[in-house]
């Protein structure tokens, strides 16, 4: 085969590779990314999201929602469920797939496909923070977790420990002493920054036990978790045993794949104008992945709603 044909050949295959040109891709199935799913397909669009892991993004490991306007009480994982089915019956495509890079052309590249778009809508979320430890790896799934919702059951009458200070750690605190023998709650400084509505029912909890101004150092075990040790301000040590470890301390962005085509700032967080453009023209980002002042259901909502607005606007 002549050099010629062959490189044809390999042009007809990325072109057939193509599942279609979609109007907006999105990356990203958490609310952020739903919601733009929601309004573009509202709008008539062809939409694509991509996701690597599965639909709802962080929210799914949050108990219970109570903040979100007009919903009293929900859980995450309901409202993550009741937003996907919605867009999906409006005729979303989603598909389970890992983007790898996105091109200033609108090219989607993930670990196994190309897709083209004509406006692309970054919605990647941030991921769990990591304590950075030895044997952390090692023990997820075998002690070590970092969703209550998902994981409290199998901790049932078990002595389990909480890390973290913020909404997130004081409600798997609170879902867990529902399931578990015992909790400590181990935060590394004496406030907290989660609401203090949590704070209240937290201490009225028998089975809670606070251990402030302290961080976990070493996290021990033969197959899986046994013990942790903490060690206070004044680096005196602790043993701990436990049988699971819930580690909420935060999330982080997971950007630097996208350096091509947007700036980040120097904790990793896509730099924005107004609100959800980026530096390269039809390419937005919406929700937890952009530098913003608050990272919330609402805000990643009202991200994702803006963004679709803009892609519609420029699609025209
Ligand atoms: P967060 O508010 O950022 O809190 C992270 C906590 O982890 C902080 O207390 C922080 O300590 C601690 N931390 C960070 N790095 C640490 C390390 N290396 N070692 C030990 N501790 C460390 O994160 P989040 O609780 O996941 O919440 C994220 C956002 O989602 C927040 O805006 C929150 O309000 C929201 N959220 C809402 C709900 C709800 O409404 N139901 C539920 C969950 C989360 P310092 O305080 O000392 O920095």
Do not use: W
Request: aromatic share 8%.
């Amino acid at each position: 085969m002549s050099d010629n044909n062959l490189e044809n050949k390999k042009q007809n295959m990325i072109e057939n590779s193509y599942d279609d040109v979609y109007d907006v891709i999105i990356v990203g199935a958490g609310p952020a990314g739903l919601a733009s799913a929601l309004y573009l397909r509202r709008a008539s669009k062809k939409v694509l999201i991509l996701e690597a892991k599965s639909y709802g993004g962080q929210i799914v490991n949050a108990s219970v929602v109570e903040n979100y306007p007009g919903i009293v009480s929900i859980s995450g994982f309901d409202f993550a469920t009741n937003l996907y089915n919605q867009v999906i019956k409006l005729g979303a495509h989603i598909k389970y797939e890992t983007v790898i890079r996105v091109e200033a052309d609108k090219t989607v590249i993930t670990s196994s496909n190309r897709y083209k778009a004509k406006a692309v809508i970054l919605a990647t979320g941030v991921t769990n923070r990591k304590l950075a430890l030895k044997n952390e790896e090692k023990f997820v799934g075998k002690g070590i977790s970092y969703c209550a919702v998902c994981d409290g059951y199998f901790y049932k009458n078990k002595v389990v420990a909480v890390n973290g200070g913020g909404n997130t750690a004081l409600g798997d605190a609170l879902y867990l002493s529902n399931i578990a023998k015992k909790v400590y709650l181990i935060h590394r400084r004496d406030e907290f920054r989660g609401d203090d509505k949590y704070l209240k029912e937290l201490k009225d909890k028998e089975n809670i036990e606070f251990i402030l101004n302290a961080n976990i150092i070493s996290l021990d075990g033969h197959e899986k978790l046994e013990k942790i040790t903490i060690e206070n301000k004044d680096k005196q040590t602790q043993e701990l045993k436990v049988d699971g470890l819930f580690i909420a301390i935060g999330q982080e962005p997971k950007n630097t794949i996208f350096k091509n085509i947007v700036d980040l700032d120097d904790r990793g967080y896509i730099l924005s104008k107004d609100d959800v453009y980026t530096k390269t023209d039809g390419i937005y980002v919406a929700g937890d992945a952009r530098e913003k002042k608050l990272r919330q259901l609402t805000t990643a909502v009202s991200d994702g709603s803006i963004a679709s607005m803009v892609a519609i606007k420029y699609l025209k």
